[in-house]
Every structure is written in structure tokens, then in C-alpha cells.
């Protein structure tokens, strides 16, 4: 299977990213951009005369703001996995009575557009006293992540061999036992899968953050940016170089999170 | 028999007893907010009447002046186009992603994970980079045209062209998403079939449509199904880069709820509400669809 | 054995969700006592490019100070305040004081959300009287102007001489057209603004809508289709870019700030960005169609106090307003924000400091407000369809005559 013909496909990877990641590199060209040059006529594929200003206002304002979306996005992963895991394996494992119910629930639960849930959570966090706080914006946003993660997790455990489950049981393993000690490290693809888009979608929600926290003392990069957005002027140089910052912690994650995934796979692959 | 019995009783408690957080999460977070909606629906909000109470039940009028609205087919028109034209091109562009990435050459892993980077942008980044890009005049890509000796095309300034520039952005976006599940799909099914498949002759091509495709329906399903409903409340990207214009030609039900309730000076939170809700129905359609057809799939 | 460890289970999630609970409704009641908490007033503005360290915040808790109480100011992205107060007052949590955009004023006024000027006993006296009627509803006044700013032209020295143009030429739309044209032949851009399908369009139409003698009420009126066929013809011909139909007012400053165009519609808040400009600017007001000067409609927000239960707050809100609004802060404070201010005394007084302003100052004295004339409410009903004609023409979908037939069928139904 490797081998032979593979010494193209690590070009042609690289030249497919490269594509992908245009606009990427696009945000970074503008965030060195002088503002009498954003709307050049052509644009300037390079920053010439570019200039440092978006750059040191992110770094000058807005560290304490990635702090909070870094303690946002690793809370939210783990609510979801400690929700969704458990719920999975029951669907998967356990055959509730009802369980085809309770997916179609969990489905439509995923149509509901953020706007509306805002303004429903709005109400209950303030009645409960929540709002504007860290942990009231974490659970916000696992809502984003909990249907999508129980699905993935029924999908993916569904794929166990029954036959390792019974065997436990003959065992005298309980069902928490067989949960924690035989299902979960099987599923790691799944739990790294979830938390990718937890972390993803909760590094990257506006809504939940602008409706529920934006009085907190600590907000996430997504309220940050709103800083360099005023009511008359918007200083693009400075969000996009925001938005290159904040970037940064992300993909260092993104990128040893995957080295775990492989590890995972190859250690962990199921003999027929 | 009456072992039996008791152990799938047992069964059953352990089932409800691990669903038990999920569900009451599900009670307080998501049904309050539709019953709200369902709410703001059924009756005439103004903005007087959302502050202070008291508005007045309608029923289904708000239904009805949503349907005979000239905004409504068009908008569910573009809803159509748009979504099933990123689907088709979101999945397929990842799922070819996906098989290539699976053989593992040098700085597979890392450039997959690269692939991902679009998703850590907020979407406001992410939709203003690509209105940057697609400028009628100061843009990119209209440059590159201009260079190619090609006449500059008004992406999001054109009634045209403004569907298209938004679906191709979306399309972007969607990438990511399709990329992961499919690729964590695809490391699931054993190496062994396929080698033995090698082994018999078969060619990567036919091994593909006849053997790994169809092992990966479960997970292509799910991803489909996903992928229409995330798309279907698509708003943000469209909003930024074109506000739905010009004169409504990249209106979305979405784009329109949002317009209706909160794009304007003057929220109009009933009607927002019910389109809000018509897009619920649309995506509970498919979800039915969804169901029945695995019903049937895991009937012998 | 198994069966008690499944019920353990379900006893253990039921402890964890009710201890969850109680935990929570511990918080609620401290936080109900929180809130009734004397000495933390709220207020919430539209800027929120002023953080904690900027002279804005700092005026904020200097008169916080001043009256007895501190302050906990939040800053919100100004197309978004009017939601975020609805919900708000709908769930009693109004904050104290709101700075908001003029023409929305009247919407929260008639949702209940705040309190006349009498109520609060608040001093408008020296508000100059165009400014003031965008707050005023039904005869009553919820609000004090911070300050104003609107419209007015830019033009590019440099280029202008280029092509042959003189500035004191430009007096009505048929001078200013020729001009566009001399410098188009001239091989620079004429003119850009923004038509964006959002208020910001029907702000910057407004000027050349009135300058035709047109009203808000008759959008179909022949006056209006001159206006629009003005914006029309210029984007055909090639004098206006075709970007303007997705232009923010930034956007457009941005092209502006390439220093390839002539003029440019933008505001009394370019001003700090125009002395950056690299080069050299005058200004000169939007003509009307025949000549004189068109009006502008007013920018610019209001400082208002919402309704609170607790009506006693108002003594110390009032004192806020007045310090924010005092002859003294007022001056500050629009100089700061690049506006002009309300009264007629700050405003001599930013002329005798910068005599360049007194464009600025004549402009904001000849404006009107959007929801002046007694629209109050009505006006976003007629300001959407009106944007959405102009798009509709500008992008060649409908010609202006048809696009603004519809958008006054559109407004006088959406008015009943």
C-alpha cells in the first residue's frame, strides 16, 4: 500500500493546503497592512510598507482575552465528553427503550439557530445568576457540542465488537466497569473527534459569548475583537492581526492533538 | 426466561440511569428556548409588547403572512441552492480529501490538522477575509481575473453572482467538518478487506465504490444529515458578506429571520420567530427522512 | 449486585443534578441582593473601541465618583443595542444609563423602555432644537444628545487640480458631475460613498434624497427617482465604483484613504484619519440639486435613563447625565469622539479651538434628524425599503422609478 508511487503525494498534499489556507494567508497580508492601502486597486499580494500597529494593539489588549477562550474552549470539552460520553454508550451498548426518541430529540435539539437559545438562556442565567460568568458561558456553549458529540459517540461505539462487551460481563464486570475500562479506551478516534469540534466551536462562538458575558470581567477573543470595531470606524489591520494571535495557541493544539489520534489508531486497532 | 427478563429490566435502568444527565441538560437547554420561540410565533410582539407583556395571541396569522410574503419563495429558493450545493461540494471535495490523506505519506498528519485552521476563525474574521478577497475592485481574485485577461466579475455586488461568492465561502468553511468525520470513518474500517480486495485484483477506484464507500454509509449519513442542518442555519456568513442583497438575492430563511428580528432598526421578533421556526420544520423533515431510512437499513 | 450498582448510578446523577441546582439557587438570592446593591450604577455605551484605559471610561467614573457611586460601564456593538436592551428591560435587568444611537430612540421610548426627561428630571434646555427632535416622541423628550455628526464631502486636493477641477465650481449635482467626469477622463476614480443594504446606506442617501426636495413619506416621488438616477448614473458611467453597493462608510474611507479618488461622503469622525491621510483634504458640504447646501441627516447618540423599578435611582442617574452632558465634559467628550457638540456654547468653543470645524458646525446646525417630522417609529419602516431600492437600482435589478414604486408600496403598508 506505501510505498511505490507515494513520493508525489506529499507535494501535492502540501499544494492542496496551500489552496485550502489562502484565505488564511490573505488574513495575515491584511493584517500588516497600512490603512491607506486596505482597498488598493490592484492589492498587494506582499505587504509592502507594512506596519506593526494591529500587532501591537492586539498584544497590548488583548492577552487576557485569549486566557479566557483558552479556559472556555478545554472547559466546554470536557462538559461535553462528561455529557455526551456516558450517553453514547448507553445508546450504543444499553438499547434504552425509547432511544430512537431520543435521538430525533437530540436532532432537532441541533436545529434551534444560536440567536433564538441566547435569548432563551439570557432569561434562565439571569433568573439562576450566572450571567456574565466564565462557567454560565461554558455551559452555553457545550450546548453547541452535546447533541453532535452523544451522536458521534453512539456511531462510533456501535462499531465495538459485541463480543468484547460480553466477555466483560461474563466477567462480572458492571455496566460503569465495562463503560470506563473496556468501551471508553476503544473510543479514543471518538473523544478526540468530539473534542476537536467542542474546542472548535466554542473557540469560535459569538453568540453565546455577545448575548450571556458580554458585562463579565472576563471575555473571550470573540468579544475582544469588538474592540477594534466602533461604532463609526473599524480598524481592520487590528482584527485581523487578532485573529492571527488567537490563532496560534489553537493550531499548536490542533496539531498535537492529531499526532494523538495517530498514535491512537495504530496502537489501539481492533483484530478481527 | 424470567433471567432474561431481569437482565434486560437491569439493562434498561443502566441505560436510563447513564441518559439521565443528557436528558434533563436537554429539558432545561433546549426546549425552554423553542417554547419561546414557538412563543414569539404565535402571537404579535412589538417591541413594546416583547418589554412589557401582554401581546396579543394570533395564532397561525403570522404563518400565513409569512407564506404569502413575495420574500418568502425566493428566500426558500436560495435556502435550496445554497444548501444543496455546498452539501454536494462540501462532501465530496472531503471525502476525496479524506481517501488521500488516509494513505500515510510524509506530513499527512500534520497538513490535515493545517486543514483545520479555518474553523478556529470566528466567523466574522473568516467572512470579512473572503469579502476582502472577492471586492469588485480592490479584491484578489478579481485581480487575478484582470491579469488572466479576464473581465472582473461584481461577486457580491451583482444579483448574479452574490448566491454563488456566499456558497463558495461556505463551501469553504464546510470543508473542515466533512474532512474530520469522514478521515475518523475511514481509519475505522479494517485495513484487511481492502487488502484482501487488492489481493483478488480489484483496482483503487472499484476497490473505493464497492468496498470502503459502502462500509462508510453509516458515517456518511451522519454527516449528510449534520452537514444539512448546520447549513441550513447558515446566517453569519452570508449576513457579513452581503447582507442578503443586493435586493435580496442571497436571502436565505435564515438570512431573513435574522433581517426580520435583529437586522434592522425596528425588531420585528414574531415574524423572526416563524421563519425561525419554518427552517425547524424544513431540518425535522430531513431528521424524519434520516430516521425512516435507518429504520429500513437495520431491518434484515 | 449489578442491579444496585445501575441504581447507585441513577441515585448518584439525581444528588449531582439536584446539588447543581441548590448550589445555583444559593447564587440567585445573592445575586438578587447584588443587584439592589447601592453604590453600582450601569451604563452601557455604543463604543466599545474604549477600553478601561481611555479618556471615556475615565470621564464615566470621574462623574461616577462625583455623584457617590461607581460605575460598571460595558461597551456593545452599536447595531446590536437595541436587542440587547429589549431583552434586558423585558427581564428587568435595564442598566441605569443608556448611550444609544439617535434613531432608535423613539423605538425604545415607545416599547416603555425609557423615562421622559421630565420623569428624570433632566435639563434640555440648551440642546439645539434639530438635535434634539430625533429623541422626541409624542411631544415628550427621553434623552439628552451627547453630541452630533453628520455628512459632508471630502475632496482630494491633489487630484482635483489635476484634472482641472476647481472646488469653488462645485455647487449643485450638475457641477458636481461634470467634475466627476473631468477627473475620470483624467484617469483618477471620481467619487465613493457607501449604498450598503443597511441604515448606514439610507444615512448616506439621505443628504442627496433631501437635496432633491424629496420626503420620506412619498419615496416614489419624482424628486426621490432624481436622487436615486443621480447615484445610478454616476456607478454606470464609471464615476462611482461599483464596491459602493457593499460599502461600509469605513469601507469607503478606506478608498478614499488610496488617495486615487476625488470626493468622498463621510463624516465629522474621519476627521482624526483625514489629518492621516498622507494627503492633502478640504471639505466642502453635499450640494443640494440646484444649489445650496442639502441636509444631512444628524449622527450622533443620546444619553438616556431607562425605566428601573427602583424609581429613586433616577436622582443619581440624572446627576450622571448632567455630568456626562455639562458644558465642560461635553467639550471633552466630542472631541474626543470627533463630534460636534450639541449646544451652542461648546460649539463656539471647538470652533475657537479648531476653526476648521466651522464647516462641520454649519452642517450639523442645517441637519435633520431621521426621525424628526414626526416619524419617530415609522422611520425604519420607510428606511428599509428605501435601502432596498437603492440596491436594487444600483445593481441594475430594477430601474429606479420601478425599485422606488415598490419600496413606497412596501413602506405605506408596513406603516398602517
Known sequence: MTGKRTWWHTPVAIGLTAVMLFPIYWMINVSFTRGQDMRKSPPNWFPVHGTLDGYRAVLDQQLPYLGTSVVVGLGTVALTLILSAPAGYAMAKLRPAGGGVLSFVLLIAQMIPGVIMAMGFYAIYLAVGVVNTVPGLILADSTIAVPFGVLVFTAFMSGI???????????????????????????RNAIVTVSLFAFLWAWSDFVFASTLDQGGDHQPITLGIYHYIGNNNQEWNAIMATAVVASIPATVLLLAAQRYVTAGVTAGAIKE | MDHTTR?????????????????????????????????????????????????????????????HDPSFAPALLHTAVFTLTSLAFQFAIGMALAVFFRQRFRLSGTLRALFLVPWLLPLIVSASTWSWMLNSDSGVVNSVLHTLGLSPINWLTSPSW??????????????????????????????????????????????????TFPLLRPVSAITLLLGLIYTLKVFDIIWIMTRGGPADSSTTLATWSYRLGFGNLLPAFSPGATVGNLLIVLALIFGLIYIRAQRRQNQP | MKRSLARRILFVSLVAVTAAGSAVGCSRSKTKAGAAEAGSFTIWDPYPQFDASSGWVQLLNKCGSDAGVTIKRTGFDTSDLTNKTLLAAQQANSPDVLIVDNPVVSTLAEAGVLTTTDEAKLDTSAAQPNLLAAGQLGGKTYGVPIGANTLALYYNKAVLQAAGVDVASVKDWASLTDALAKVTAAGKKGI???????????????????????????????????????????????????????????????????????????????????????????????????????????GGEFVTIPVQKATERYATSAKLVACLTSTDNSYTTDTTLSYVAPTSAVQAKQVAAAPELKVWVDAVQAAKGRTSDNLGTKYPRISQPLWTAMQAALSGSKPAQDALTAAQATAAAAAK
Open chain 1, 161 to 187: 465488537p459485541e463480543e468484547l462487551v460480553e466477555a466483560a460481563e461474563i466477567d462480572g464486570a458492571g455496566y460503569l466497569r465495562t463503560f470506563w475500562s473496556i468501551v471508553l479506551p476503544l473510543s
Open chain 2, 7 to 67: 437482565r434486560r429490566a437491569r439493562q434498561q435502568w443502566a441505560a436510563w440511569a447513564f441518559l439521565a444527565p443528557v436528558v434533563v441538560y436537554l429539558i432545561v437547554f433546549y426546549a425552554y428556548p423553542l417554547y419561546r420561540n414557538l412563543d414569539l410565533s404565535l402571537h404579535d410582539y412589538t417591541v413594546r409588547s416583547f418589554v412589557q407583556g401582554g401581546a396579543r395571541f394570533t395564532g397561525l396569522d403570522n404563518y400565513r403572512a409569512v407564506l
Open chain 2, 162 to 211: 452574490s448566491l454563488a461568492s456566499v456558497t463558495i465561502a461556505n463551501i469553504w468553511i464546510g470543508i473542515p467538518f466533512n474532512l474530520v468525520l469522514l478521515h475518523s470513518g475511514l481509519e475505522s474500517i479494517p485495513a484487511n478487506i481492502e487488502e484482501a480486495a487488492a489481493l483478488d485484483g480489484a483496482r483503487p477506484w472499484q476497490r473505493f465504490w464497492w468496498i
Open chain 3, 192 to 298: 465613493t460613498f457607501s449604498a450598503i443594504g443597511t441604515e448606514e446606506g439610507s444615512f448616506q442617501f439621505l443628504p442627496w434624497f433631501w437635496g432633491a426636495g424629496a420626503s420620506l413619506t412619498a419615496l416614489d416621488s419624482p424628486q426621490a427617482v432624481s436622487a436615486l438616477t443621480l447615484w445610478v448614473g454616476w456607478l454606470t458611467k464609471g464615476y462611482a465604483p461599483n464596491s459602493v453597493i457593499n460599502n461600509t462608510q469605513t469601507t469607503s474611507w478606506q478608498e478614499f484613504a488610496t488617495g486615487q479618488y476625488a470626493f468622498a461622503e463621510n463624516g465629522t469622525w474621519q476627521l482624526g484619519n483625514a489629518k492621516k491621510a498622507g494627503f492633502e483634504y478640504g471639505i466642502i458640504p453635499i450640494p443640494g440639486i440646484q444649489g445650496g447646501t442639502a441636509p444631512a441627516p444628524t
